[in-house]
């Protein structure tokens, strides 16, 4: 079975642009997570959608936003694009949103360079 | 304010020696955590976790130790492989939450 995928695997943008990047959770799951792994650092928290709702944002600006398809996919944008966007993005999908805690399963990451 | 503080930051460890990282969480809402594993250019794995209701999970030669009172919880990675070489981040969630919180990750070198 296929993993998470994302894309592109990597993206370098200029400040001020804009960037959507691409999501597809591991078949049947319909919870999709966004990370931001900043060089050296762990992962922070960004977004959650389950069954195209948000379930939970992070402690991001608005310049992030993020939306789930029927399909499950997901796409996560970024607009006036800050050096310090500079990251690895990390999708994360998980069977179902509840109560117990589901593993999420994390996709290899978009690399996003910002110059 | 980082919920979860991670420690420490690098280790180097010798083929067949013990590995120690240890983590403490401010929360006491937290109710689930795991270990993550991840090479350069993937994406973290899911190594081993534990809920706050036991004091030690073993499996294979990776264990957790958690000490609720404390508010702190380790891995221990037994007879250490060239192969374990990564990076180790330890996690915190609470009530289900896909919201996962990371500490800051700890590079592991395992020479053979």
């Known amino acids: 079975d296929a993993g998470v995928t994302q894309s592109p695997t990597h993206l370098i943008k200029t400040r001020g642009q804009h960037v959507t990047l691409r999501c597809s959770p591991i078949s049947g799951h319909k919870s999709v997570s966004w990370y931001q792994q900043v060089l050296g650092q762990g992962p922070q928290f960004i977004f959650q959608?389950?069954?195209?709702?948000?379930?939970g944002r992070g402690n991001f600006p608005d310049r992030f936003s993020a939306r789930q398809f029927p399909n499950y996919s997901s796409e996560l944008n970024v607009n006036a694009l800050l050096l310090g966007d500079s990251a690895l993005y990390l999708c994360a999908s998980s069977p179902k949103s509840g109560y117990s805690y589901n593993e999420q399963f994390f996709g290899p990451g978009t690399r996003l360079t910002v110059l | 304010q980082q919920q979860v503080k991670q420690s420490p930051q690098s280790l180097i460890v010798q083929k067949g020696g013990i590995s120690i990282i240890n983590c403490a969480y401010e929360?006491?809402?937290?109710?689930?955590f795991p270990w993550y594993q991840q090479f350069p250019g993937k994406g973290p794995a899911l190594l081993i976790a534990?809920?706050?209701?036991?004091s030690e999970k073993k499996e294979g030669r990776f264990t957790i130790s958690f000490n609720k009172s404390a508010k702190q919880f380790s891995l221990h990675i037994m007879d250490s492989q060239p192969g374990d070489s990564a990076t180790y981040f330890c996690?915190?969630?609470?009530?289900?939450?896909?919201?996962?919180?990371f500490g800051k990750g700890t590079k592991l070198t395992v020479n053979p």
């Open positions: 929360n006491t809402a937290f109710d689930y």
């Open positions: 996690a915190a969630t609470q009530g289900g939450s896909e919201k996962l919180v």
């Open positions: 959608y389950y069954e195209k709702e948000e379930r």
């Open positions: 534990i809920r706050p209701d036991v």
